[in-house]
């Protein structure tokens, strides 16, 4: 960085020399013009005018050829625009194809699933009584609940009703007990004999009365016991019921998951039917689709392959050598025959002799039908121009497996398509692969490796520090980088905030200081260069213009470290 500055000043003093020169040539100019006249005026305005119309000329041609590459430009956009007109019209007539494919599955699916919906509903009907018939059931049982526990509380209160009684009932038969102590002495005294009999035939009244609360009480006693008996027995009834019905819901769980699937099974063979109707797989129809939006239109019978209805072609055509012949020419044009020197003579004998066509070998049109797969996967790739398909892609291609291609016959059964292997690899084509995958995993792990140490690195050594960044804009992403790794970060605003500059540059407290001089116009950024030149900075003060933060970053850590020889920025003054 320092170089670019002293750079910077010797072409300020070589433009300041050049200036003073022009100075000096003019004055001569102006000195020979009065002394020689009008001769070298007109000589020196000549000159002048040359080097005007050089300039004129040389912008006019750069000029020009910027109007070349705009026109280029413009005509790459026409192109572009025109070749997404296509693609939009062949994409509106292939959704058309998609909605009538829905329409028809939608409605083979609700002819399908009408008495089987009727049937889930009857069933969710029945459960839904038996739901409200338990929520009856547990209400009762929560009221029996509340009734029981409600005679227990009258339970024990009437136990202690009986304990205070019986607590009274003690009481007069020990004043019985002492009145009778008392009975031989009533010839002593007989007017305290009578009051003492009086008081005790009181007593016994009241010993009666008692007696009588007290078998009331019982009796009342019993009878809630008998209540809190059939309480109970009502419990437990209810409580079988709740387990009855829980039993019959799990089974009506288990007959709707069953139910489901066999809801997903008739799906699936509804699928598999449909999917009969069109003898094209997935991956060779998206083939299908690439190469006629990439490729020119002399290759593809457009018409006739927007025409594929899905009812055109089933599986029992597509089963024998006819169905299979009119694919292969409702694909081609008449020039694409052209290029098929085998199709041709298949395709006059289907059209001259079509009762002789048991007669045509079957080998004829698996060879035919093999080249044309893997002629027109090298031309999607060259018409294209997107190069080697890579691995993963939407075709899902393997090392061993580069293409796959369409086989209607097989070798026992008539199925309907085959995968067959790719050309195969020798042994030393395998094992170069094998060992390029090792060196590229060896690669992925040592650079995986080499990050974390850094990253360890950096956080050992930059978590704690203090870092001061002046400059006049926002430095944001220097302060979100350097906290992230710990590092207290201090911002100081050179134009609002100008006599902390040079303080903030001399500071002790700070770990690192930097000092942004980038967007600073010429003469207020020489002002600033040779004032803070001038202080005699500290070297730990770095001047940037505007570095990588991740840079930035990497410098405070291993200067801190004192590997100053690994700084990606040039560091003081």
């Given at each position: 960085?320092?170089?670019?500055?002293?750079?910077?000043?010797?072409?300020?003093?070589?433009?300041?020399?050049?200036?003073?020169?022009?100075?000096?040539?003019?004055?001569?100019?102006?000195?020979?013009?009065?002394?020689?006249?009008?001769?070298?005026?007109?000589?020196?305005?000549?000159?002048?005018?040359?080097?005007?119309?050089?300039?004129?000329?040389?912008?006019?041609?750069?000029?020009?050829?910027?109007?070349?590459?705009?026109?280029?430009?413009?005509?790459?956009?026409?192109?572009?625009?025109?070749?997404?007109?296509?693609?939009?019209?062949?994409?509106?007539?292939?959704?058309?194809?998609?909605?009538?494919?829905?329409?028809?599955?939608?409605?083979?699916?609700?002819?399908?699933?009408?008495?089987?919906?009727?049937?889930?509903?009857?069933?969710?009907?029945?459960?839904?009584?038996?739901?409200?018939?338990?929520?009856?059931?547990?209400?009762?049982?929560?009221?029996?609940?509340?009734?029981?526990?409600?005679?227990?509380?009258?339970?024990?209160?009437?136990?202690?009703?009986?304990?205070?009684?019986?607590?009274?009932?003690?009481?007069?038969?020990?004043?019985?007990?002492?009145?009778?102590?008392?009975?031989?002495?009533?010839?002593?005294?007989?007017?305290?004999?009578?009051?003492?009999?009086?008081?005790?035939?009181?007593?016994?009244?009241?010993?009666?009365?008692?007696?009588?609360?007290?078998?009331?009480?019982?009796?009342?006693?019993?009878?809630?016991?008998?209540?809190?008996?059939?309480?109970?027995?009502?419990?437990?009834?209810?409580?079988?019921?709740?387990?009855?019905?829980?039993?019959?819901?799990?089974?009506?769980?288990?007959?709707?998951?069953?139910?489901?699937?066999?809801?997903?099974?008739?799906?699936?063979?509804?699928?598999?039917?449909?999917?009969?109707?069109?003898?094209?797989?997935?991956?060779?129809?998206?083939?299908?689709?690439?190469?006629?939006?990439?490729?020119?239109?002399?290759?593809?019978?457009?018409?006739?392959?927007?025409?594929?209805?899905?009812?055109?072609?089933?599986?029992?055509?597509?089963?024998?050598?006819?169905?299979?012949?009119?694919?292969?020419?409702?694909?081609?044009?008449?020039?694409?025959?052209?290029?098929?020197?085998?199709?041709?003579?298949?395709?006059?004998?289907?059209?001259?002799?079509?009762?002789?066509?048991?007669?045509?070998?079957?080998?004829?049109?698996?060879?035919?039908?093999?080249?044309?797969?893997?002629?027109?996967?090298?031309?999607?790739?060259?018409?294209?121009?997107?190069?080697?398909?890579?691995?993963?892609?939407?075709?899902?291609?393997?090392?061993?497996?580069?293409?796959?291609?369409?086989?209607?016959?097989?070798?026992?059964?008539?199925?309907?398509?085959?995968?067959?292997?790719?050309?195969?690899?020798?042994?030393?084509?395998?094992?170069?692969?094998?060992?390029?995958?090792?060196?590229?995993?060896?690669?992925?792990?040592?650079?995986?490796?080499?990050?974390?140490?850094?990253?360890?690195?950096?956080?050992?050594?930059?978590?704690?520090?203090?870092?001061?960044?002046?400059?006049?804009?926002?430095?944001?992403?220097?302060?979100?980088?350097?906290?992230?790794?710990?590092?207290?970060?201090?911002?100081?605003?050179?134009?609002?905030?100008?006599?902390?500059?040079?303080?903030?540059?001399?500071?002790?407290?700070?770990?690192?200081?930097?000092?942004?001089?980038?967007?600073?116009?010429?003469?207020?950024?020489?002002?600033?260069?040779?004032?803070?030149?001038?202080?005699?900075?500290?070297?730990?003060?770095?001047?940037?213009?505007?570095?990588?933060?991740?840079?930035?970053?990497?410098?405070?850590?291993?200067?801190?470290?004192?590997?100053?020889?690994?700084?990606?920025?040039?560091?003081?003054i």
């Amino acid at each position: 960085m320092r170089s670019r500055y002293d750079e910077y000043h010797k072409q300020k003093e070589r433009q300041q020399q050049k200036q003073m020169a022009r100075s000096r040539l003019l004055a001569q100019g102006r000195a020979k013009a009065q002394a020689v006249r009008q001769t070298d005026e007109k000589q020196l305005e000549r000159r002048l005018d040359a080097g005007i119309d050089r300039t004129v000329k040389k912008q006019a041609r750069e000029i020009q050829q910027l109007q070349q590459k705009l026109n280029h430009v413009k005509n790459q956009q026409t192109d572009l625009s025109q070749m997404k007109g296509k693609l939009a019209k062949e994409n509106r007539s292939l959704s058309g194809q998609v909605r009538q494919l829905k329409q028809h599955l939608a409605q083979e699916k609700t002819n399908n699933e009408a008495a089987l919906a009727e049937q889930l509903q009857q069933q969710a009907d029945a459960l839904y009584l038996k739901q409200v018939l338990l929520d009856q059931a547990q209400a009762e049982q929560q009221k029996s609940k509340a009734q029981y526990r409600q005679l227990q509380k009258q339970v024990s209160q009437q136990d202690i009703q009986i304990n205070k009684l019986e607590e009274q009932r003690r009481q007069l038969q020990n004043l019985v007990n002492k009145y009778q102590s008392i009975y031989g002495s009533a010839a002593v005294n007989p007017q305290q004999f009578q009051e003492k009999m009086h008081q005790f035939s009181k007593m016994q009244a009241s010993n009666r009365k008692l007696s009588a609360r007290i078998t009331e009480l019982e009796h009342k006693l019993v009878q809630q016991d008998e209540v809190l008996v059939k309480a109970r027995a009502n419990s437990m009834n209810l409580q079988q019921q709740i387990e009855e019905i829980n039993g019959t819901k799990k089974k009506l769980k288990k007959q709707r998951q069953e139910l489901q699937d066999e809801n997903q099974r008739l799906k699936k063979i509804i699928d598999e039917q449909d999917n009969t109707k069109f003898s094209l797989q997935p991956w060779w129809r998206k083939l299908h689709d690439q190469v006629i939006q990439h490729l020119p239109v002399r290759w593809w019978n457009e018409q006739a392959y927007l025409q594929l209805e899905p009812q055109a072609f089933k599986l029992a055509d597509l089963k024998t050598i006819p169905g299979q012949l009119r694919y292969l020419q409702l694909i081609m044009t008449d020039e694409n025959l052209q290029e098929y020197a085998d199709l041709l003579p298949l395709i006059q004998q289907y059209q001259k002799r079509s009762h002789r066509l048991a007669t045509i070998p079957k080998q004829e049109v698996l060879k035919v039908t093999i080249k044309l797969v893997d002629d027109t996967y090298h031309m999607f790739l060259e018409g294209a121009d997107l190069g080697p398909v890579p691995q993963n892609s939407e075709f899902d291609f393997k090392d061993e497996q580069v293409y796959q291609v369409l086989h209607f016959i097989s070798a026992d059964r008539y199925e309907l398509v085959q995968l067959l292997n790719a050309r195969p690899l020798n042994a030393r084509q395998l094992q170069e692969q094998a060992h390029k995958r090792q060196r590229q995993r060896l690669k992925r792990d040592q650079q995986r490796d080499q990050d974390n140490e850094l990253e360890a690195f950096l956080h050992a050594t930059l978590t704690g520090k203090h870092v001061v960044i002046v400059t006049w804009h926002q430095p944001k992403n220097y302060v979100a980088l350097f906290e992230r790794y710990g590092v207290k970060v201090t911002v100081i605003n050179s134009k609002q905030q100008k006599h902390q500059v040079v303080s903030a540059m001399f500071s002790k407290r700070y770990d690192q200081h930097y000092l942004f001089l980038n967007g600073v116009s010429h003469p207020q950024y020489y002002s600033v260069y040779n004032r803070y030149k001038a202080f005699g900075m500290p070297k730990d003060v770095h001047l940037i213009m505007d570095e990588n933060p991740r840079n930035l970053v990497l410098d405070a850590a291993y200067t801190l470290a004192g590997q100053h020889n690994k700084t990606p920025i040039t560091s003081g003054i």
